[in-house]
C-alpha cells in the first residue's frame, strides 16, 4: 500500500511537504509517518489524498498483492 501511494505521490510532482500542506498537517514529518505506515490516515485524510492523486481510495489503500510471508503466516 505504501509503496503505491508514493508512486502515484511522485507521480503528480508533489513532495511530501506538498501531502502535509494538502491535508492541513504541521510538517512534512507528519505526512512521511503516514506515508510510511507509522502513523494511520483517518478516512477524511484517505479521501483528501484520493481527491489529490485522482485515484480511488481503494487504488491507493488496498492491493490484491499477497506476499509469499503472507501467505505462509496464514498457512500456519
Known amino acids: 500500500m505504501f509503496e503505491r501511494l508514493r508512486e502515484l505521490r511522485k507521480e503528480k510532482g508533489l513532495t511530501c511537504e506538498d501531502m502535509a500542506k494538502l491535508l492541513g498537517l504541521d510538517t512534512k ?21 484520493s481527491r489529490v492523486l485522482g485515484k480511488s481510495i481503494d487504488d491507493i489503500f488496498f492491493t490484491n498483492k499477497v506476499s509469499l510471508k503472507d ?3 496464514n498457512t500456519a
Open 29 to 49: 514529518a507528519a505526512y512521511s509517518k503516514k506515508e510510511l505506515g507509522r502513523t494511520k490516515f483517518s478516512l477524511d485524510d484517505a479521501r483528501k489524498v
Open 71 to 73: 501467505t505462509k503466516r
